[in-house]
């Protein structure tokens, strides 16, 4: 089936620091989201993108459409405490279709 | 904008049961929700879509005499889990969209504990 591939898998950084995940696929996706989940919730939506190339910020973090369409990063810079949870991707490969899920980043930061 | 509530947030029930989870947008009106399962440390699966006024579409592998999705409004989907059993024990997170362009936005997960 349609798989999105996310890395890294995990990540404890020190806090400060900038902080880089990134998802590919084999196939072309229309659309690409990102995602946090914190413990025990629902997935907050970060970050929608809809065109190639796009690239967009939210705060501190900021996402880009990769131009071939299979692929998307999540920058978070000078990371802080309350950025620990659960990071992920998501994308659909047709308007309106469903989304297809990353196995998510667990990112872990160290104060 | 686009707030999605689930209750119960927790629900604990004996083998044999049925438990239902409300799905509700609050400020919006969602033509389409959906319903997910997640295990722990893993990512979300999608079980089923539900469009407001016909039947839900489940995905390969649910059974949907097992779950029951009913969207009878705009603003509302229920999901009851049937004679549940431990296996059944998930964290169940809905989500909800006002069209077909539009962004999904996820309520805060119901946890299943089935004894």
């Known amino acids: 089936g349609q798989q999105l591939n996310q890395s890294p898998q995990s990540m404890f950084i020190q806090e400060g620091e900038d902080v880089s995940m990134n998802c590919t696929s084999s196939s072309i996706f229309n659309t690409w989201l990102w995602y946090k989940q914190d413990p025990g919730e629902g997935p907050v939506l970060l970050i929608a993108?809809?065109?190639?190339?796009e690239l967009t910020s939210n705060g501190r973090l900021t996402a880009q459409f990769g131009i071939t369409r299979k692929d998307s990063f999540l920058n978070i810079s000078a990371s802080i405490p309350s950025d620990v949870g659960i990071y992920f991707c998501a994308g659909t490969r047709e308007y309106g279709n469903k989304l297809v899920f990353g196995a998510g980043t667990i990112l872990r930061v160290k104060s | 904008g686009a707030v999605v509530s689930q209750h119960p947030s927790w629900v604990i029930c004996k083998s044999g049961t049925s438990v239902k989870i409300e799905c509700r947008s609050l400020d919006f009106q969602a033509t389409t929700m959906f319903w997910y399962r997640q295990f722990p440390k893993q990512s979300l699966m999608l079980m089923a879509t539900s469009n407001e006024g016909s039947k839900a579409t489940y995905e390969q592998g649910v059974e949907k005499d097992k779950f029951l999705i009913n969207h009878a409004s705009l603003t509302l989907s229920t999901l009851t889990v049937t004679s549940a059993h431990p296996e059944d024990s998930s964290f169940y997170i809905c989500?909800?969209?006002?069209?077909?362009?539009?962004?999904?936005?996820f309520g805060p997960g119901t946890r299943l504990l089935v004894l």
């Open positions: 993108l809809y065109k190639a190339g």
């Open positions: 989500s909800a969209r006002t069209g077909v362009w539009e962004t999904q936005y």
